[in-house]
């Protein structure tokens, strides 16, 4: 407890024990939570640049504990992947995803929507198999499902990595790179990559109103995107004056607090029917 001119400072700093023991619970009491209703997902558009056309969702998972409140995912998707639980996690997301899509395809719409996968999810050599089950049992077309995944979860182990991304990507699932721009710069062996689209990670788009240096790795990210054929994201677009330079530049995708948080499936069909209204 630090004092600060006499009075007590209450900054809530855990042990390092309250921390392996909050990790404990979140694992030991995740399947559990999924069948209590807990865990959820949480859906953010992506709109096309520049018709503002509502292309897709992305699929975020939200776990509301009864003990500790809401948790971030990044600290509890870390935890339950570290636990060899990815798969569990992954394969909840997705079905309520694909329910999301199958639903949207029943009213005459076309929204696809994209899942984060974890590098250990490609460990999983039937993994592509339980994908195009879900696929098949919800009647949802593979190109109306996108995979994320980071760079560095790819470079990781590329050996293991790529021949399941070959396999999703012979399917038709359309596959994007995460968080691009972070990792170590593979842009070699983005070229190697079977992927369609990269997202430039949100921490240049958020910093190109201010970072000259920001401003040009996002558009030399667009740049080196294009000319490899790809879809360019931007993620992290919360301000007008980022998205009409990002226009100007001719990134295709927005993302973003600025077009909308990530929402609860209610509040999505509300955001949707006002914006088609
Ligand atoms: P991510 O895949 O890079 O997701 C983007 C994160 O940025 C989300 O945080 C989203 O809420 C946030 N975000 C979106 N727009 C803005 C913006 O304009 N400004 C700012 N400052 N942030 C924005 P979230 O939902 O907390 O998720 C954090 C990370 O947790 C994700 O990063 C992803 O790596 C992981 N994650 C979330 N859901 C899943 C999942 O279902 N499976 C796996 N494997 N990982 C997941
Ligand atoms: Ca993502
Ligand atoms: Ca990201
Ligand atoms: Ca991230």
Known sequence: RATR????????VPSMGQIFLRRFQMVTQFRQALEEGQVSVHYQPKVSLPSRQVLGVEALVRWVHPEFGKLDPDEFVPAIEAAGLIGVLTGFVLEQALIRVRKWMDEGLRISVAVNLSVRNLSDLDFPKKVVEALRRFGVPAELLTFELTESGVMADPQKALPILRELHALGIVLAVDDFGTGYSSLAYLR??????????????????????????????????HSLGLTVVAEGVEEDIARDQLEAM????????????????????????????
């Open 5 to 12: 001119g006499g009075e007590e400072v209450r900054a809530y």
């Open 192 to 225: 190697q990559l079977p992927v369609d689209e990269v997202k430039i990670d949100k921490s240049f788009v958020l910093g190109m109103g201010t970072d000259l240096g920001d401003l040009a790795v996002v558009r030399s990210i667009v740049e080196l995107g």
């Open 250 to 277: 001719g990134c295709d995708v927005a993302q973003g607090y600025l077009i909308s948080r990530p929402l609860a499936e209610d509040r999505l069909e509300a955001w949707l029917q006002a914006r088609t209204a």
